[in-house]
């Protein structure tokens, strides 16, 4: 039963484990590595889950030998990916959670996306005022799959990182779960998301 007396706090990514978000997230990269010509399947989108969209963007076009714009591609990607925010639904069971244990636990969102973004994917699915903090991005130097992220939410909340909790849906976050000492619920044992066909 939660809240556990074990546990301190419970983290919870955003994309892919709060809101069903990686195919609109893929729409939206097709749309500019197809303007930039950077190759980027959708294997390769999944595996870089987690990884924040300037860091992507800037490994893509290394990669390639391409310059890009980073700043101005990431904004793109994201007004891209807003544009399709309407179509996006809540993870039942995990969203379920995160409204049985609001009040009762701590309860953060550590992601690799932005800030702004995330509370308004957070707004679209009816849980703005549900979390105690949000790190993001912009909020640590480093990134998963270093535990950084995970460890600035534990500060924040004053839980210890062994006695934490974290909901994930890609390696890169179970790795920085891991890194940090904490334990981990793999998402993908009960969600998956469609693929995007034809991409």
């Known amino acids: 039963m939660w809240p556990h007396p074990a546990v301190d706090a419970i983290l919870f990514d955003c994309d892919g484990t709060l809101a069903d978000t990686m195919p609109a997230h893929y729409r939206a990269w097709l749309e500019i590595t197809r303007a ?29 030998g391409v310059a890009v714009d980073v700043d101005q591609a990431a904004r ?13 639904e809540a993870i039942g069971p995990v969203v379920d959670v995160v409204r049985r244990l609001r009040g009762r636990v701590p309860l953060a969102v550590v992601t690799g996306g932005y800030q702004e973004v995330c509370r308004r994917v957070l707004a679209h699915i009816g849980l703005s005022d549900a979390f105690d903090t949000i790190v993001a991005s912009e909020d640590t130097p480093r990134h998963k799959p270093d ?30 779960a891991r890194r940090g000492g904490m334990q981990w619920i793999d998402v993908r044992a009960f969600h998956l998301p469609t693929r995007v066909s034809g991409a």
């Open 76 to 88: 793109a990607k994201e007004h891209a990916f807003l544009d399709q925010l309407a179509r996006i």
């Open 36 to 64: 930039h010509g950077l190759a980027f399947d959708e294997d390769r989108f999944y595996s870089l889950g987690g990884r924040p969209t300037r860091d992507i963007i800037a490994t893509l076009a290394g990669e390639a």
């Open 147 to 176: 535990p950084d992220p995970f460890l600035e939410a534990a500060r924040r909340l004053g839980a210890r990182p062994e006695r934490c909790v974290v909901w994930e849906d890609s390696d890169l976050g179970l790795e920085a």
